[in-house]
């Protein structure tokens, strides 16, 4: 059986020699050490390989203030921002860096408690539970969700953290075609029927789990199509909101928002604080019983450290700013101008002749490089001319399919972006990426 990601394994003999390709070639262009916040600007350590070797890299001590294209900073909260890093350092001096204890023991201040209390409120459900880390909130809840006897349908490109979480739980994993509703529902109505009469369902429960926005495609769920779907065969459904909330939708309120599904259809809702939020941790917000029940089994809610408070601090400023709570229109401002910024530079990006993946107002834009040595080249040729970008390559997407991602923020001014696309426009001139329109049966 497939399971719930689209690309080979990392083992095996052509992902060990991928794996040591990429540390003697261009493993420079990952890890960087970065010496300031993740503002519009960063500085970026500067590095050089360590006598004749090709892969032991050291710091060098000097700097380079670069143009942040890489970092999740998508309403710009992440820096030194007027209201949330004030009330974030006022949260450390009260409570500490740590609460040294998990949530059922000493761990849950009256800051966590506030926080889930605002995340229900502002998605409209009953309650919301927030943990430590983005990652381990899929990865933990999905095993607290199904079982053996249930069925997962995942989206084919799905976020290895739900990869891992609907791994380790034990039930079914079936892949539908990536964003494609039309393929969802043949794997469900294959499913259904899978050896049994048409009448009597043999999963004791069928969890569809997708994203809303794809972090390396840039792509908004096709979720109305989807929810008809999950609705029409009683299925449950989990939307990973990590690059949505706070992003899309007229209040930031996410998919459900921007494309006019009702909040009560989708089941759990989940989301990271990386994002947005200039913070850390992720939240699952649905029914009180759905909370409750992740209170009790979900283990890294049980088991593990509870969020810093400073860090939780962040994210509940930063969420009152979105919400207007803070007396100012600022929230509003940064939403659209995350969207202007988006869009502006995703049509400069087309205009050069960029193969650009992704959807209209999707704060995430890729752009296709194709080959695992041009995309390390375009990384650095950026770099030394003071932009700094990410490149994806294997396994976060396929080998062919390497590409370098711009993500756009609310900080980003008009002139920041010009001056990125002149510089993407002499790279990418030298590097001859300017591949006109995608093909669409390759991607
Ligand atoms: N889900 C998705 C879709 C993501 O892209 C990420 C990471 N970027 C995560 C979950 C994990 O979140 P975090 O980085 O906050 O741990």
Same mark, same amino acid.
């Given at each position: 059986e497939k399971v719930a990601d689209g690309y080979a394994p990392l083992t095996g003999d052509f992902g060990d020699f991928y794996i040591r390709w990429v540390y003697h070639r261009i493993h420079d262009c990952f890890n960087r050490p970065i010496c300031s916040s993740p503002g519009a600007w960063i500085d970026v350590v500067g590095r050089e390989r360590l006598g004749t070797s090709n892969w032991i890299l050291k710091n060098t001590g000097g700097v380079r203030r670069c143009l942040n294209l890489g970092s999740y900073n998508y309403l710009g909260f992440a820096a030194q921002d007027e209201y949330c890093t004030v009330k974030a350092i006022e949260t450390l001096e009260r409570? +500490?860096? &740590?609460?040294? &204890? +998990?949530c059922f023991d000493a761990g849950k201040t009256t800051v966590h408690e506030e926080l889930e209390n605002l995340v229900a409120e502002y998605l409209g459900k009953e309650d919301a539970i927030v943990y430590g880390m983005g990652f381990a909130t899929n990865s933990s809840t999905l095993p607290a969700l199904v079982g053996k006897g249930c069925l997962v349908i995942s989206d084919s490109l799905n976020h290895s953290s739900i990869v891992v979480g609907v791994r380790g739980s034990g039930a079914r994993v079936k892949v539908f075609k990536h964003n494609n509703p039309e393929h969802l529902e043949k794997v469900i109505r294959e499913s259904i029927a899978e050896g049994q009469p048409r009448t009597h369902r043999p999963w004791k429960k069928i969890l569809i789990v997708i994203e809303g926005v794809y972090s390396m495609e840039g792509e908004i769920a096709r979720l109305p199509e989807i929810v008809a779907i999950k609705n029409a065969y009683k299925a449950y459904l989990y939307l990973d909101e990590a690059h949505s909330i706070g992003a899309m939708g007229q209040t930031g309120r996410g998919i459900c928002e921007y494309t006019g599904v009702p909040f009560a259809d989708v089941d759990i809702l989940m989301g990271t604080f990386t994002k947005s939020f200039g913070s850390c941790g992720g939240y699952i917000a649905g029914s009180k019983d759905l909370i409750t029940h992740l209170r009790h089994t979900s283990p890294c809610h049980t088991y593990a450290t509870s969020m810093s408070p400073a860090a939780v601090q962040q994210v509940t400023s930063s969420l009152k700013v979105i919400m207007g709570r803070d007396g100012s229109r600022r929230g509003a401002e940064k939403l659209r101008n995350l969207r202007e910024n988006s869009n502006w530079f995703r049509q400069e990006l087309l205009k050069l002749g960029c193969q650009v993946l992704g959807d209209e107002d999707s704060p995430v834009i890729p752009i296709m490089v194709y080959n695992p040595g041009r995309m390390a080249e375009f990384s650095r040729e950026c770099l030394k001319r003071h932009v700094a970008i990410v490149v994806v390559g294997f396994p976060a997407c396929s080998l062919i399919l390497e590409r370098a991602r711009f993500c756009i923020s609310a900080s980003h001014t008009r002139k920041d972006l010009e001056y990125a696309i002149d510089v993407i426009r002499e790279v990418g001139t030298i590097m001859r990426i300017f591949w006109g329109k995608p093909t669409p049966d390759l991607l």
């Amino acid at each position: 059986e497939k399971v719930a990601d689209g690309y080979a394994p990392l083992t095996g003999d052509f992902g060990d020699f991928y794996i040591r390709w990429v540390y003697h070639r261009i493993h420079d262009c990952f890890n960087r050490p970065i010496c300031s916040s993740p503002g519009a600007w960063i500085d970026v350590v500067g590095r050089e390989r360590l006598g004749t070797s090709n892969w032991i890299l050291k710091n060098t001590g000097g700097v380079r203030r670069c143009l942040n294209l890489g970092s999740y900073n998508y309403l710009g909260f992440a820096a030194q921002d007027e209201y949330c890093t004030v009330k974030a350092i006022e949260t450390l001096e009260r409570f +500490g860096a &740590s609460t040294c &204890s +998990g949530c059922f023991d000493a761990g849950k201040t009256t800051v966590h408690e506030e926080l889930e209390n605002l995340v229900a409120e502002y998605l409209g459900k009953e309650d919301a539970i927030v943990y430590g880390m983005g990652f381990a909130t899929n990865s933990s809840t999905l095993p607290a969700l199904v079982g053996k006897g249930c069925l997962v349908i995942s989206d084919s490109l799905n976020h290895s953290s739900i990869v891992v979480g609907v791994r380790g739980s034990g039930a079914r994993v079936k892949v539908f075609k990536h964003n494609n509703p039309e393929h969802l529902e043949k794997v469900i109505r294959e499913s259904i029927a899978e050896g049994q009469p048409r009448t009597h369902r043999p999963w004791k429960k069928i969890l569809i789990v997708i994203e809303g926005v794809y972090s390396m495609e840039g792509e908004i769920a096709r979720l109305p199509e989807i929810v008809a779907i999950k609705n029409a065969y009683k299925a449950y459904l989990y939307l990973d909101e990590a690059h949505s909330i706070g992003a899309m939708g007229q209040t930031g309120r996410g998919i459900c928002e921007y494309t006019g599904v009702p909040f009560a259809d989708v089941d759990i809702l989940m989301g990271t604080f990386t994002k947005s939020f200039g913070s850390c941790g992720g939240y699952i917000a649905g029914s009180k019983d759905l909370i409750t029940h992740l209170r009790h089994t979900s283990p890294c809610h049980t088991y593990a450290t509870s969020m810093s408070p400073a860090a939780v601090q962040q994210v509940t400023s930063s969420l009152k700013v979105i919400m207007g709570r803070d007396g100012s229109r600022r929230g509003a401002e940064k939403l659209r101008n995350l969207r202007e910024n988006s869009n502006w530079f995703r049509q400069e990006l087309l205009k050069l002749g960029c193969q650009v993946l992704g959807d209209e107002d999707s704060p995430v834009i890729p752009i296709m490089v194709y080959n695992p040595g041009r995309m390390a080249e375009f990384s650095r040729e950026c770099l030394k001319r003071h932009v700094a970008i990410v490149v994806v390559g294997f396994p976060a997407c396929s080998l062919i399919l390497e590409r370098a991602r711009f993500c756009i923020s609310a900080s980003h001014t008009r002139k920041d972006l010009e001056y990125a696309i002149d510089v993407i426009r002499e790279v990418g001139t030298i590097m001859r990426i300017f591949w006109g329109k995608p093909t669409p049966d390759l991607l």
